[in-house]
């Protein structure tokens, strides 16, 4: 099969991407996705607020979710489901291209020549065992993602106590699903000082679900043999731990990206973000292959996948129409410790602003005001001054694009 | 209460050396009851382990241990392809990272040779890096053992035991046995699924072989007691497996074992074990100093796993017993084999076991007279490896049935036809342990983030819910 765009997932990202491609006249647009109904993760996240900054409307996840399979099909964009790419061969000929993805579905294997490849295959929680938290392997240990697929999509009840690890935004999120399962929530329990949420979500938990946020405590040994008894707890500035009973635990956030086939592609992975490294035009370092959406940026609310899906949309359109693609060069952007990451990754010289016009940082540590700086060698490209919440997007003007030199080097974002 | 009817032979232990020896009774004019405490086949060590077929290049020399692993393992090569079990002949790298484990070296390859095993041979540190080319900085010298290979660990006892099952052996899972009295010729078990009688018994009990043998013999001659060592274990991303072609073995010193790196059947990258004798034979949990020392001993290994993600972490219990050997001995007059303290070869050696066990039995007295009509050969498996074709890359198999390319675990690329079949076979999962041991389901990066409501669905519509994970 040949198509225009092959994008690779089709949640809010993917879907927004095929949305504008075929506004802006691509042909043929694919979206595969390997889970049977599209939509991505707002599928299954049963609360409202979606759809703020992309659709200027308020709504479900799930309406949400099939609001943007709707319009992709409409749009005129193929969407595929139950359709997993599993893997990429070089293009055919001796032209340079994008590589040549293979499908799996019920209708058999097959192979997509596109013309431009879009990644949009979102993230995932790590679970218990990549954060090597140790003990025994009961069930009853699971992700956000498990839980709102268990309650939301397959209707079941979970037996409490439990305990939610985590105090961002998807945390509170576990809460609410947990006590519509019929779970009583002990705590909400995060490393960090302080929860990372805003403090409306903390004080309505407390308020209403009379549930507390316990700080500075760490999750240190899962116990329970065939079956979930507790998790011992220790307070980080005491030292002092505690047998916690629950019968559900649940793993919040520390998100990843699902980066799979961009290593598969050969990607090059930016090491903050651990999704493939892309310019502000949100094209990967492979000719011809973009990735947006939590690809790039773990993880951002969905209407600010779907605006970099659309972003990424107008990039492609206008590769697909180049005569020359831009060749201006690159230079690699990196946030400095103890900031964790800078998304986009790269500018390019000439190369465009990048979604809604600012930078996405995250930060480890707290601060009321911080200052961050840009700076390319030694010189200050800018500064801008930013609150900073561990888990919390910090947005970054890009006015100081404009200032970079195409031979003096890489550019880096840190803490003044 | 009138006595259930009297097997000719009782297993007790439904591991992989236990389906062996059932397998192996299972071709002559028997009755074969098969026991266990737990509701599976392949639930203590069997499942958890390196998952290494092992050459025994480095067995005591002379050992029956030494023996029955030379003869095991090349029954199971063959046997794992007529049955498809994924089996891959990586080989291995014996690396010495100091100038004590380089002097070892020449000693280890002397006892290779004394093990029967010829085509050992010593690799520089150049030669070790250009076949491992991420290997750490620091190697000095090496061993190559050409045969050294991964094995599934989980198909080969259900493939043992959908074997024997054909055959007629009947298997009694949730049954712990209690006690057991020889009375009217024969043993008497009392177990907690209720009463099985067998003229002979053998006891394959692993973690409690040893309690077993004292309820036989009442801790007569030859008793051993099981010392339960523990060893923590990480398992890598798949996406972690370019980093190294070879098992990658350490140089055991007077200190310690070491540990090793090696890829998995199933495409990972394990790294372990830790050695920690413990008193809880049913402890399998991992510690926190466990795993943070294993990733620092990684780290100087492979540096490359350093940005990788951990899939999983999991705890190899081994039945040691304080013996150097192992405790395969048939007593005559009681119509008692035991098989017990098989240390760390089980898998590697249970096809040898088993036909060592037999002769024994066969020498005090029990009558081994060929099953006429038996089955030719063994089961042919769902296959599970990386190595192969798996059914969501089968184009034949998707056109015959579209549930093949309907992929449910997308981490491991598990497809619902086989998830179908796994809960249809003859020897069904009891819980999600059991499924994800037959169909790789659920043992991915996302650990069931976006498969596992599905999954536990499809289990529960096909068993009702109660087990154990």
Redesign the interface.
């Known amino acids: 099969m040949n198509v225009d765009v092959l994008i690779a997932g089709a949640g809010p990202a993917g879907l927004a991407a095929a949305i504008e491609l075929r506004r802006l006249g691509v042909g043929r647009v694919l979206v595969v996705d390997r889970e049977a109904e599209a939509g991505g993760v707002p599928r299954h996240s049963a609360h409202t607020g979606y759809g703020l900054r992309d659709l200027r409307r308020v709504m479900t996840g799930p309406g949400y979710a099939r609001h943007y399979a709707r319009a992709g099909a409409a749009a005129g964009a193929q969407i595929r489901t139950s359709t997993t790419l599993t893997g990429w061969q070089p293009p055919a000929g001796d032209r340079p291209g994008t590589p040549v993805a293979t499908l799996t579905s019920p209708a058999g294997i097959e192979t997509v020549a596109a013309r431009a490849v879009l990644l949009a295959t979102g993230c995932r929680e790590r679970p218990r065992t990549a954060r090597l938290v140790p003990g025994d392997r009961p069930p009853g240990v699971m992700t956000t993602g498990e839980l709102q697929q268990r309650v939301y999509l397959h209707g079941e009840r979970l037996p409490g106590p439990a305990l939610v690890v985590g105090a961002e935004h998807v945390s509170f999120s576990a809460m609410l699903t947990l006590a519509h399962a019929g779970a009583d929530v002990v705590a909400l329990v995060t490393e960090h000082r302080r929860h990372q949420s805003y403090a409306a979500f903390a004080f309505g938990a407390a308020a209403r679900w009379h549930t507390p946020v316990w700080v500075s405590t760490a999750v240190r040994r899962v116990a329970g043999r065939g079956r979930l008894e507790g998790a011992e707890l220790a307070d980080l500035r005491t030292g002092e731990s505690r047998f916690v009973e629950c019968a559900t635990l649940v793993f919040t956030g520390d998100w990843v990206p699902d980066h799979e086939l961009a290593r598969l592609a050969g990607a090059p992975i930016d090491p903050g973000t651990r999704g493939p490294a892309v310019d502000t035009a949100l094209q990967t370092c492979l000719p011809g292959v973009f990735a947006a959406g939590n690809l790039v940026h773990a993880a951002e609310t969905a209407d600010v996948a779907a605006l970099g899906g659309r972003h990424a949309a107008r990039s492609i359109a206008a590769f697909l129409t180049a005569r020359e693609p831009l060749r201006t060069p690159r230079l690699p952007v990196t946030a400095a410790a103890p900031l964790s990451w800078v998304s986009p990754n790269a500018v390019r010289i000439l190369g465009p602003p990048p979604p809604r016009g600012h930078f996405l940082l995250r930060s480890e540590v707290f601060a009321r005001r911080a200052a961050l700086v840009v700076r390319q060698g030694a010189t200050t490209l800018g500064t801008a001054h930013s609150r900073l919440v561990p888990g919390r997007p910090v947005h970054l003007g890009a006015a100081w694009m404009a200032r970079v030199e195409p031979a003096a080097g890489p550019v880096t974002i840190e803490l003044g | 209460m009138s006595q259930p009817p009297t097997a000719d032979v009782v297993i007790i232990g439904a591991g992989v050396v236990g389906t062996a020896i059932a397998r192996q009774l299972a071709r002559y004019d028997l009755r074969v009851v098969v026991v266990d405490a737990a509701s599976d086949v392949g639930t203590g060590t069997t499942k958890a382990n390196t998952a290494i077929l092992h050459t025994g290049f480095d067995a005591e020399p002379g050992s029956l241990e030494s023996r029955l692993l030379r003869r095991g393992s090349a029954m199971l090569h063959d046997y794992a392809v007529r049955a498809g079990i994924p089996v891959e002949r990586t080989g291995a790298l014996l690396v010495a990272w100091t100038p004590e484990q380089q002097q070892a070296l020449p000693e280890i390859q002397r006892k290779s040779i004394l093990n029967g095993y010829a085509p050992i041979r010593p690799v520089t540190a150049a030669g070790l890096y250009a076949r491992e080319p991420r290997l750490g900085p620091g190697a000095l010298a090496g061993l190559e053992i050409p045969d050294e290979s991964i094995v599934c660990p989980w198909t080969t006892p259900l493939a043992y035991a959908t074997e024997a099952l054909a055959a007629g052996v009947r298997f009694r899972l949730g049954s712990l046995v209690t006690g057991v009295r020889d009375e009217a010729g024969g043993h008497t078990l009392t177990t907690s699924g209720g009463t099985v009688r067998g003229r002979w018994l053998v006891n394959a009990a692993g973690l409690g072989a040893d309690r077993i043998d004292a309820m036989v013999t009442g801790g007569e001659h030859g008793s051993f007691t099981i010392q339960p060592r523990r060893g923590e274990l990480i398992v890598f991303d798949k ?1 972690a497996r370019p980093l190294l072609g070879s098992i990658l073995l350490p140089v055991p010193t007077a200190q310690t074992k070491g540990v090793l790196v090696a890829p998995t059947v199933y495409g990972n990258v394990l790294l372990g074990p830790t050695a920690q004798d413990i008193d809880d034979r ?1 402890d ?5 100093t ?3 020392g294993l ?1 620092a001993a990684g780290r100087a290994i492979l540096p490359g796993l350093v ?1 990788e ?6 705890a190899w219990l081994r039945a040691a017993t304080g013996q150097r050997d192992y405790q395969v001995r048939v007593d005559a007059a009681r119509r008692y084999a035991c098989a017990a303290g098989i240390r760390s070869t089980g898998l590697s050696a249970s096809l040898g076991i088993a036909e060592y066990v037999t002769g024994l039995l066969a020498e005090a007295g029990l009558v081994l007279t060929e099953r006429v009509g038996t089955p030719a050969g063994p089961p042919l498996m769902p296959y599970l490896g990386e190595a192969g074709t798996r059914p ?2 089968d ?1 034949g198999r ?2 015959a049935d ?2 093949y ?3 449910v675990c ?1 981490c491991e ?1 598990v497809t619902e036809g086989e998830i179908r079949d796994a809960l249809a076979s003859p020897l069904p999962p009891a819980d ?1 342990g059991g499924l994800r041991r037959r169909t790789r389901a659920m043992n991915g ?6 498969c ?3 999954v ?2 499809m289990l529960a519509t096909a068993r009702p819910p109660g087990g ?2």
């Open positions: 996406l049913a399998t949990s991992t510690t926190g466990g795993l943070t990733l940005t993600e951990v899939t999983a972490t999991y969501y890359q184009a998707i056109a579209a549930r390319g309907r992929i997308h690329r999600a990066r996302c650990q069931g983030f976006y596992a409501a599905t536990s669905a154990t994970a």
